[in-house]
């Protein structure tokens, strides 16, 4: 890493919280901070990776809102918080009760996002960095907000999430309709109006569904 997470989270944020999830707050990016106008170069000269962190997605937001609003899924369960970034999913399942929750991402500057936001909201969240993808996991419920954007990365995520299904864990994604969700493996357990930065989407509210893996 050429730059310090910490430092460059802590400058090129503010805490917010998110407009669905007002519970929870996170340190993130809005349109006036210079990371938003950041080119995909100037990220690359700093070290940066896509930072996926600095934002609450809708589908994020949508299954926080879940969880807290249904804290039974999570109460007392071990939690994998999949594709992290804020660790806002995270941070309502531990907030719902979950008896421990485990934020995964393979990008190195989330480990320091997911850390200063669980300080923010007074929660312990534990982080792994390793791919899990093809992996059996130690825990009773997997949430994933947000993460059927591309093929490729659909194509491997969806047979393993049906496997973890199969084998007893609650696999619970948030959604906004993005193009590779495998709907037919899946039952709708709630939808949201989220609403999101016009300049990160396509809209200023998203239809956003949390689905199980059946």
Not at 5 to 15: D, E, H
Not at 92 to 110: E, F, H, Q, R, S
Not at 158 to 178: E, I, M, N, Y
């Amino acid at each position: 890493m050429k730059t310090d997470p910490r430092q460059f989270i802590l400058a090129n944020t503010s805490v917010m919280a998110p407009p669905h999830v007002p519970e929870i707050r996170l340190h993130l990016a809005s349109e006036a901070h210079e990371l938003w106008l950041k080119t995909e170069e100037e990220l690359q000269e700093i070290g940066l990776p896509p930072p996926f962190w600095a934002f609450a997605w809708a589908g994020g937001q949508g299954l926080a809102r879940y969880v807290l609003d249904h804290p039974d899924v999570v109460a007392g369960k071990r939690v994998v918080d999949f594709a992290s970034g804020s660790g806002l999913v995270a941070i309502a399942a531990a907030k719902a009760g979950a008896l421990a929750v485990k934020a995964v991402d393979i990008d190195p500057w989330t480990q320091t996002a997911v850390s200063l936001n669980a300080a923010e909201n007074s929660v312990a969240i534990g982080f792994s960095g390793e791919n899990i993808i093809g992996t059996d996991i130690d825990a009773d419920v997997l949430l994933a907000g947000d993460v059927f954007y591309d093929r490729s990365f659909a194509e491997a995520l969806t047979p393993w999430l049906s496997a973890l299904a199969r084998k007893g864990v609650t696999v619970l994604v948030g959604d906004p309709g993005r193009a590779y969700l495998p709907k037919e493996q899946l039952q709708a357990c709630a939808t949201y109006k989220v609403p999101v930065t016009r300049s990160l989407e396509d809209s200023e509210v998203k239809k956003t569904t949390v689905w199980q893996f059946v």
